[in-house]
């Protein structure tokens, strides 16, 4: 059961790192969400970086999709923990950029925290 309710988050979690990369690809005025102060999004240049960032989130996301059809609850499970890391990461960044506590608990933090459960739910179950 435990299992069950894992892989459906996990899929949500997928879902959501397509439609925030897909988001960041057609808006790149979103990245001012992300939570680091002064994001230059009129830049054409920094725009670039947006689009390689966002192309990196919707493959994290197709992995998720990949690893739900073909893949065990086991690997879903370590994918999962191996993936935490990076609103972890995000969340340092954003901390480290004088940005908003609230982004980087609220959205990262929380999101880190989520990826975690998710795992050890996998993991176990």
């Excluded at 102060?37 to 996301?61: H, I, N, Q, S, Y």
Aim: net charge positive; hydrophobic share 60%; aromatic share 8%.
């Amino acid at each position: 059961m435990l299992t069950n309710i894992a892989t459906v988050l996990a899929g949500l979690i997928g879902a959501g790192i397509i439609l925030i990369g897909a988001r960041g690809l057609w808006a790149p005025q979103a990245a001012v969400d992300f939570g680091i102060p002064g994001t230059p999004t009129e830049d054409r240049g920094f725009r670039a970086w947006l689009a390689v960032k966002a192309v990196r989130d919707m493959a994290c996301g197709l992995f998720v999709f990949i690893l739900l059809v073909g893949g065990s609850s086991h690997l879903l499970g370590w994918f999962m923990l191996a993936a935490s890391g990076i609103p972890v990461g995000d969340a340092l960044i954003v901390l480290r950029s004088n940005g908003p506590k609230a982004a980087a608990y609220g959205i990262h933090g929380a999101t880190a925290v989520v990826m975690l459960v998710i795992s050890v739910l996998l993991l176990v179950g």
